[in-house]
């Protein structure tokens, strides 16, 4: 790859869609948090807890991800966290974020709901302040717990909503996919849905393409988070290509968790060239070996891909933000800008 292409990419204006919030944890801060409040991490030092990273599928992933999030107690350290990111994605040029965030996660731990929202949120608007970062949150339920659970998470985080209309406009679905199929999840989607909430759903990570399908029909998400084994159907390639349905999709997420063997195997390209509204994201970059422009830069150079593609993989990622023509226009005529340069 030429320098001038990662200098391209680079200054490229980005929206990251699909960034779970506790995935940006990086060792360094995971050891800071675990000696500011007193817990105790089975790693002796940040080379030991970086070496544990070599995962063999998403569970192998998620043991380790829970595990870290333990550190994780009071609005401080939510809002430290949420800084920590907010620095990095405003360095690889991301002007806007949703962020996905996991609140049973936290909640079964004792950690009042109110405190999750209020650090994630206070830092958001501290940024947008001072930085002009936007930003949105995204609620998400955790698929191996049950139906009733993520009911009970909807409806502890309802009375917040007033609070922080300016951030929380959604409600997604992660975890552990296989054996957890969209449709576990009708209810409280509908009901999400019925509040006015926008919604979205991994699907097609390591599920098959049955799942996205369920997604579409059941949870009726606007989009697809992850979606890559949709092409092995074509009858849904099809469907997602007309309905310019996106998919936010994790090059060096699927790489790390095993979904593809080499990143030159990746079908991002073959999906973008298929008409899909293909988006790049990080996902978990503390876990995963980077943020937004590694992704970008190691997807461009496995896959070959040209400048403009990576101007339409950037331009996706506005137009699928859940965000109003006026607010993504200049956005979209930066990166206009930037690529008739
Ligand atoms: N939670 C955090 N990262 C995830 C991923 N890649 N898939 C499902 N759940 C997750
Ligand atoms: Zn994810």
């Known amino acids: 790859m030429t320098h001038s292409l990662h200098d391209f990419i680079r200054r490229l204006p980005k929206a990251e869609l699909h960034l779970h919030i506790e995935g940006s944890l990086e060792p360094e801060m995971m050891f800071a948090l675990a000696q500011r409040n007193g817990v105790s991490l089975p790693y002796a030092s940040v080379g030991e807890v970086r070496a544990a990273y ?3 599928d998403l569970q192998s992933f998620l043991d380790l991800y829970y595990a870290g999030a333990a550190v994780l107690q009071t609005e401080q350290d939510f809002h430290d966290l949420t800084m920590a990111y907010v620095r990095r994605a405003l360095a690889d040029n991301v002007r806007h974020a949703e962020l996905f965030f996991d609140p049973q996660t936290h909640t079964v731990r004792g950690v009042p709901m109110a405190t999750v929202f ?3 949120a206070g830092a958001l608007r501290q940024a947008r302040a001072e930085q002009g970062f936007s930003s949105r949150m995204i609620l998400c339920f955790l698929r191996h717990l049950s139906e009733d659970d993520a009911f009970a998470t909807l409806e502890a985080a309802l009375p917040l909503r007033a ?4 951030l929380w406009i959604g409600v997604g679905l992660d975890s552990g996919e296989v054996g957890n199929p969209p449709e576990k999840f009708a209810r409280v989607f509908a009901r999400a849905r019925e509040l006015g909430f926008r919604v979205v ?3 097609g990570e390591e599920g098959p393409p049955a799942y996205v ?3 579409l029909d059941v949870l009726q998400v606007e989009r697809i988070d992850h979606g890559v084994r949709s092409e092995e159907d074509p009858a ?7 309905s ?4 936010t999709v994790c090059p060096l997420s699927n790489l790390k968790l095993c979904v593809v063997k080499d990143l030159r195997e990746h079908n991002l390209a073959r999906l973008l060239r298929a008409g899909l509204c293909v988006t790049i994201n990080s996902d978990d970059p503390a876990y995963f070996g980077g943020y937004m422009n590694a992704n970008f830069l190691a997807t461009a150079d496995a896959l070959e891909l040209s400048r403009e593609e990576l101007v339409e993989l950037a331009r996706n990622g506005f137009t699928a933000a859940f965000l109003t023509e006026e607010e993504r226009r200049p956005w979209l005529d930066e990166l206009q800008a ?3 340069e």
């Open 338 to 340: 930037v690529a008739a």
């Open 163 to 166: 609070e922080y209309a300016d």
């Open 54 to 56: 070599n995962f063999t």
């Open 201 to 203: 759903a991994h699907a």
């Open 244 to 247: 310019g349905m996106p998919l």
């Open 213 to 215: 399908h369920g997604a």
């Open 118 to 120: 209020a650090g994630i």
């Open 236 to 242: 849904l390639m099809q469907r997602l290509a007309q």
